[in-house]
C-alpha cells in the first residue's frame, strides 16, 4: 500500500465542494493508494460533515488542524480567504512529510496522483503547473512591471502543487513567505510562491492544473500548445487530467468543464437535490432572457464561447 500525503485548505465555506473534491480523490485512487488528508484551517471551522466520506470511502485518513495568527489581515481579493495562504507554511504544520502534495478544492481529479508523489523535485521548492506566461503577453507585462520577474522561467499555479518541504524548511523560505504576505499582490499566495522560488520549480505537465485559460489554450491555440507538450500530453490532459475551476466555480454559475463537476457532485455523498433544482431554475432563467438567436450562436460556439471565461483573471 503505497501512502500518499495531502493537504487542502479551506474554511466551513466550502465544506461542500471540499467533499466533492474529495470524492473525486478517493474515487479515483488505485486500489494499493491510501491518502493521508491533512486540513488547515482557521478559527471557528466544523469540518464533521465530511466523516460521511468515510461511509463510503476506507482508503483515507483525516487530519484537521487549526491555523492561528498566520496571515491575520493578508490581503483578500476576488473572495479568496486567508487559508489560500496556509499552503506556504505546509512544511512547518505537517512535520511528518518531507514532501506532500496540495489541493485547492475547486478542482475535480480525474486520476491517481501516486505518479505525481513519486517524482523527484531534485533542488526545486515545488512542483506546479506552468500558465504559459511564454503564450500571453499580458501576464508577461504583468510578471515585468508588478513581480520584476522573467517570464522565461515561468509563472506557476498554486493551485496544484508538489511541495518539497525538506528543502524549504532546510533553506529557511518560511520567514520570507511571511514577509512577502505583508504585500498585497493581486495573485495572493501565488505572487508570493513565485517572487520567492522564481527559477526553482519542476514544471509539470498541464494534466497537473487544467485551468479554465490552459484549457481554452488547448482547444483554441492547440498547435501552439502542441509545440510546448506535445499531443499525447494535452490529449491525457483533456480526457483525465485534474480540472481546475480557478475563476466562475460551476456550483454558482456557468464555466467551462461544469459538466464534469456535476457529474461528481451528482454521485457524491453531498448531493443535495433542493439545492441543485434552484440552481438550474436559476440558470434557465438567465438563459431564457437571452434571445434565441444567441442562445444558437453559444451552444454552436460551446466551450470556446467568451462569456464563459468572463469569471476568469487574465493571470490565472
Same mark, same amino acid.
Given at each position: ?40 484551517? /482557521?478559527?471557528?471551522?466544523?469540518? @464533521?460533515? %465530511? ?6 470511502? !476506507?482508503? #483515507? +485518513? ?96 498554486? /493551485?496544484?502543487?508538489?511541495?518539497? @518541504?525538506? %528543502? ?6 518560511? !520567514?520570507? #513567505? +511571511? ?102 431554475? @436559476? ?11 444567441? +442562445? ?21
Amino acid at each position: 500500500m503505497k501512502t500518499i500525503p495531502i493537504l487542502f485548505t479551506f474554511d466551513n465555506s466550502l465544506l461542500m465542494p471540499a467533499g466533492v473534491c474529495m470524492t473525486s480523490l478517493l474515487e479515483n485512487a488505485a486500489p494499493d493508494t491510501f491518502y493521508d488528508i491533512f486540513i488547515l484551517h /482557521g478559527p471557528g471551522c466544523d469540518f @464533521s460533515r %465530511l466523516d460521511i466520506l468515510k461511509t463510503r470511502f !476506507d482508503n #483515507f +485518513r483525516m487530519t484537521v488542524r487549526e491555523v492561528n495568527g498566520e496571515f491575520v489581515g493578508a490581503y483578500e481579493i476576488r473572495g479568496i480567504p486567508e487559508t489560500a495562504y496556509y499552503r506556504l507554511l505546509a512544511p512547518e504544520l505537517i512535520p511528518e512529510y518531507d514532501k506532500l502534495l496540495y489541493s485547492d478544492v475547486d478542482v475535480i481529479i480525474r486520476e491517481d496522483l501516486s505518479k505525481y508523489y513519486a517524482m523527484d523535485l531534485g533542488d526545486n521548492y515545488f512542483g506546479a503547473v506552468d500558465n504559459c506566461s511564454r503564450l500571453r503577453p499580458n501576464v508577461q507585462n504583468y510578471l515585468a512591471n508588478s513581480l520584476h520577474l522573467d517570464y522565461r522561467k515561468g509563472y506557476y499555479y498554486s /493551485g496544484n502543487l508538489i511541495i518539497n @518541504s525538506k %528543502l524549504i524548511l532546510q533553506d529557511h523560505l518560511l !520567514d520570507q #513567505f +511571511r514577509e512577502l504576505g505583508k504585500n498585497n499582490y493581486e495573485q495572493q499566495d501565488m505572487d508570493i510562491m513565485n517572487i520567492a522560488c522564481n527559477g526553482r520549480f519542476l514544471a509539470l505537465s498541464p494534466e497537473y492544473c487544467m485551468t479554465a485559460q490552459l484549457y481554452s489554450m488547448i482547444v483554441t491555440r492547440r498547435p501552439e500548445m502542441e509545440a510546448i507538450y506535445g499531443k499525447d500530453i494535452l490529449d491525457a490532459t483533456l480526457s483525465h487530467g485534474l480540472v481546475h475551476y480557478n475563476g466562475t466555480k460551476p456550483w454558482k454559475g456557468n464555466c467551462m468543464n461544469m459538466d464534469i463537476w456535476w457529474s461528481v457532485y451528482r454521485r457524491s455523498l453531498f448531493y443535495d437535490e433542493s439545492f441543485a433544482e434552484s440552481f438550474w431554475k @436559476s440558470q434557465m432563467q438567465i438563459l431564457m432572457r437571452v434571445p434565441l438567436s444567441k +442562445r444558437i450562436k453559444m451552444v454552436l460556439r460551446y466551450p470556446l464561447d467568451k462569456k464563459i471565461l468572463k469569471g476568469t483573471t487574465l493571470f490565472q
